[in-house]
């Protein structure tokens, strides 16, 4: 084409514009949202990093602050981002529709948005008061409808610790990297939870779920030990990297600076931590099944020792699961090589029980039942008794569909 003679008129000249502006997509502010709580649930809040977030979104971090002045206020906007969008599809449900109908639409949030969905589990701690306040209330709200739901069902007093168990089914999804696609991960969970549901908690207890013996809680014997010991619940209450070695050491009674003597550093204490309970568990888990017969009796056997360990261990549970993350990869390795192997335990003797489950679809299962576990607990405010672990094992067993 030939360049026109002449000078060109002015008012033919298209506008003169912010190059940025014409490619900026309208949804632009939930678009670094979506990717925050991806990073957030990846890598935990302290880990995570404006410049992440922006190049999860392929902008610059100058730009990301035109949209939120600091990091907590997006973290903050992360973790209202699930139960909004879970209030949202259940507002959607006409009232008194059947409990299946409720459980998918929290189903099917969930799965669609599970690389994010996870900050509210284990990152909510790092809310100031309010903003967990808002938090609480809003999920509240997406219990209260489920339990409603339930109770319509199956009118028992149980309901809402039913709902929750129901909710951790379903929101374990966010919390695992298992590659299944969407439909059959929603279809998998919404009949789990459904199970869960249905399930008795005060029920006959299961074959296979006996007493469970756990390895004895550890005794600290050596000033190494009683590190460890006095930092998992300060872990547990303040979050890893709220903890000072300061506060560590006034627990057990030294100056700062001793606490060097034992461990290179604070996270080679979180990474005894973490080891120890893989290395409980393990061990319970191996007591479990001993003289178990029959791959449901040791799914059972697996459920029950699971939900011991959780109630006895409670805290040093809780900080290897929520700090994991934060690890160095190379001291997170054999942390992850030793979750990969329970969890491969439980995959082998449920699809020894239930054949009809691919690898896939059983993995997804077993996490369902921790999730299970950890909300139903959480409910329970883990307080330990055999009626409270009797009733977290039937609901895990529910979820796995024995």
């Known amino acids: 084409m030939t360049r026109p003679h002449g000078p060109v008129s002015t008012s033919a000249r298209p506008a003169v514009t912010d190059p940025s502006a014409v490619t900026r997509p ?6 670094i949202v979506d990717a925050a709580g991806r990073v957030f649930s990846e890598h935990g809040y302290h ?42 599809a259940l507002d959607e449900v006409p009232p008194g529709a059947p409990l299946a109908d409720v459980l998918t639409a929290v189903t099917r949030v969930t799965v669609a948005h599970r690389a994010s969905g996870g900050v509210y589990r284990w990152e909510a701690r790092y809310l100031d008061r309010d903003d967990r306040r808002r938090l609480v209330e809003q999920f509240g709200r997406v219990v209260g409808r489920v339990d409603d739901a339930v109770q319509r069902a199956y009118a028992r007093p ?9 909710l951790g089914a379903i929101g374990s999804i966010t919390m695992h990297h298992t590659s299944i ?26 074959k296979g779920a006996e ?38 050491a006034e627990a057990v009674g030294l100056a700062p600076s001793a606490l060097y003597r034992h461990y290179p550093g604070k996270v080679d204490i979180l990474a005894a931590a973490c080891l120890q309970a893989a290395r409980l568990l393990a061990q319970g888990v191996e007591q479990s099944l001993h003289e178990v017969t029959g791959p449901h009796d040791a799914v059972v056997a697996l459920a029950a020792t ?12 809780s900080v290897a699961e929520a700090e994991l993350v934060g690890l160095p990869a ?22 020894l029980a239930r054949p009809e489950l691919d690898p896939r679809q059983a993995r997804v299962l077993v996490h369902a039942g921790f999730g299970v576990a ?29």
């Open 330 to 351: 190379d001291l997170r390795r054999p942390l992850a090589l030793a979750q990969r192997e329970h969890i491969a335990v439980w995959e082998q003797q449920l699809r």
């Open 181 to 206: 696609a969407q439909r059959r991960a929603e279809d998998l969970l919404s009949a789990s939870a459904l199970r869960v549901a249905a399930t008795d908690p005060a029920g006959p207890r299961r």
């Open 211 to 248: 007493s469970v013996e756990l390895p004895a809680r550890p005794v600290p014997r050596t000033r190494r030990a009683e590190i460890l010991a006095a930092a998992v619940p300060l872990f547990a209450r303040d979050g890893f990297a709220s903890v000072t070695n300061g506060q560590i």
């Open 47 to 88: 880990a995570a990093s404006m410049e992440k977030i922006a190049a999860g979104v392929g902008i610059t971090a100058a730009a990301l602050y035109r949209h939120f002045p600091n990091k907590y206020a997006l973290f903050a906007a992360c973790a209202d981002v699930m139960t909004d969008r879970l209030v949202a």
């Open 306 to 317: 699971y939900v011991a360990y959780s109630f006895e261990y409670t805290a040093l549970n």
């Open 158 to 166: 149980d309901g809402r610790l039913r709902a929750v168990a129901a």
């Open 374 to 402: 950890v909300e139903a607990g959480r409910a329970l405010r883990w307080l330990d008794s055999p009626d409270h672990r009797d009733a977290v094992t039937a609901l895990v067993v529910g979820a796995l569909g024995l």
């Open 26 to 31: 309208r949804n632009r502010k939930q678009l």
